[in-house]
């Protein structure tokens, strides 16, 4: 249930998540579970798109898949739905990689965002989600 409260994160904050090549979480931080309000348990074995906001348009993800599965690395702003209902906002760096057995997975570094940023980015995200309508 929305609850429309904003989590901010402060300069220190390091988010890092890493998933296979299906999106299923295998390794969240300290920082990651702090912030998105779940246990590390909650998340090990469940597909990342369990923080995904509603706010976020489709295209945005789209953008991250067609880099990420060209094995190409994908940054962008991303809002972020927390355990209670409310979101954060992050700044995503994406990276696609092989461990030694040859399974894809990937690794996603997030930082705080600026203000700016977020108010530019909140702003598009509403426009392309009046798109997909």
Not at 15 to 31: M, P, Q, Y
Not at 38 to 46: A, P, W
Not at 60 to 86: P, R
């Amino acid at each position: 249930m929305p609850n429309n409260q904003e989590t901010v994160l402060d300069e220190y904050s390091f988010l890092v998540s890493e998933t296979d090549a299906k999106g299923i979480i295998s390794f969240a931080n300290e920082d990651f579970c702090k912030i998105a309000e779940y246990e590390l348990e909650e998340l090990i074995g469940k597909p990342h798109n369990l923080v995904r906001h509603p706010d976020m348009p489709k295209v945005a993800f789209k953008s991250l898949w067609d880099t990420v599965l060209k094995g190409e690395i994908w940054t962008g702003f991303v809002k972020n739905a927390t355990k209670s209902g409310g979101y954060y906002w992050v700044y995503a760096t994406v990276y696609p990689f092989e461990n030694c057995n040859g399974e894809k997975g990937y690794l996603s570094c997030r930082r705080k965002p600026s203000r700016e940023e977020i108010e530019v980015h909140d702003k598009l995200y509403k426009e392309w989600k009046k798109e997909e309508r």
